[in-house]
C-alpha cells in the first residue's frame, strides 16, 4: 500500500475541502515487514463466543424480524416468503431461521461456532422441520442433498472467512440450490466506513466487499447475479452511498419473474393542507401479487428541490392501502434508483396487494414552484 486517501462528498457529489490532522496508525495485529501471514477463519474463531453474539445488535429483542433491519431486508428479497427448504449458512443466533420456521419453512442452520447454536437452539427451541448443524460451511454439502434447497442465505458472514474459503462455499452454495433457488447475501459495504466498525478493529473481519468486487466472484460460479447496496428505499450500483450491500445469486442464467410496467402521466394532482402535488404518475392495474419487489427510476427536473417523493397504492375506490415516503433532501443520488419491497411496505396483510389497482408516484411539495418528476425503467420483480 502506498497511499491513504480521505474523499469527502456532498449528497450531490461535489468535493468538500477537508483538513486531517492527528492520525495514526494503530497496529493491532503486528507482523513482521518480511513476513506477512494471511489469516483464516479457523484462527478466529475463539473470538465468537458467547459475549461476541451478545454484542451483536439485536440481541434479546422480541419475536418480529423487522426489529432486525438487515436480516428483514434480506429476507424481503426472497420471491417467495415460504420456500420449502433453506439453508442458513453462519446462522448465528438463529433470528432468520426462526421467523422462516414460523412461516411453515424447514430450515438447516449451519455455524462452526457451537456457542453459536447452542443460542439458536434456545430461541428456535424443539420444532419440526429443523436441524442444527455445526460444522464448516465448506462442508455444508454434507449435511444437504444436491439441488434441495430453493434458498441459502449468508447474512453478515462472508467478511468472516477469506475468498478462497469463501469461493469453495459457493461452489458447495450452486451444488445444492435447486434450480429455481436463490442465494440471499447481506454484508457492510467496503467503502461506506463498515472497514472502522468494532467488529473490524477486532479482527473478524477478513474481507470487505465493494459491489463490483463481490459481483465479479458470485459471477464465476452462478448464472445470474444482482449486487446492491439497499436500505430498503433507495438501492445503489456506485460504491459508499450505503453500508448495507446485498447480492442474489441464481444457478441459471435466466431466471424470469421480472415484467416491465408502463407509468403514465396522472391527472389526479390536488392540493392537500400546506403541499401541493405538482407532478405524478401512475401505473394503472399492475396485477400485483401477494409477494413482489418494484423497481424503478425518478428523475427530478430540481435536484435541489424540497418535499418529499410519496408512492401510494390504491384501490379501485382509490383508497390508501400502502405508502412509502422519502423526503428528497435524503435521496442520495439522482435519478434515484427506487427498489420496493412487499414485505417491508405491509409485512402483515400480503393478501392486499391483489387489491391495487393504481401506483401513484409523485412529489408533495411546500410552496408553489412545480417540480418536474419523471419516472421510468419501472419493472416489477415476481
Known sequence: MQRIALDVRTDAGQPVD???????????????????RA????????????????SMSGYGLGQGLHEHVNLHRAFALLPTSTPARVLDVGAARGELARHMIQQGTEVTLLDYS???MGIAERLIGP???????????????????????????????????TIEELRQILRECRRVLAAGGVLVIHTPERYSGAIVTAKAIHGLHLNLFEIDGLEELLGEIFGAVEVFTWDGFERFRERGHCIELFALAWPQATRG???????????????????????????????????FMLDATVELGSPAAEGDLEIVFQDAAGATLARATRALSRLRTLPAQLRLSSELLMPASSAVWEEVERIVVSVAAPGEAPIELVLRDVCLRI
Open 127 to 161: 420444532r419440526p422441520g429443523v436441524r442444527f448443524v455445526v460444522d464448516d460451511a465448506a462442508n455444508l454439502g454434507a449435511h444437504v442433498p444436491a439441488e434441495s434447497q430453493d434458498a441459502i442465505f449468508m447474512t453478515d458472514f462472508v467478511e468472516h472467512v
Open 18 to 36: 477537508v483538513r486531517l490532522s492527528d492520525a495514526r496508525i494503530v497496529c493491532l495485529d503486528p507482523v513482521s515487514r518480511d513476513a506477512p
Open 114 to 116: 457451537a456457542t453459536a
Open 39 to 54: 489469516r483464516t477463519s479457523t484462527q478466529l474463531r475463539d473470538g465468537y463466543d458467547a459475549s461476541y453474539y451478545r
Open 257 to 291: 419473474g421480472v415484467r416491465p410496467l408502463q407509468p403514465t402521466a396522472f391527472a389526479g394532482v390536488h392540493q392537500q393542507a400546506a403541499r401541493a402535488w405538482r407532478s405524478a404518475w401512475a401505473i394503472e392495474r399492475p396485477r400485483l401479487p401477494s409477494r
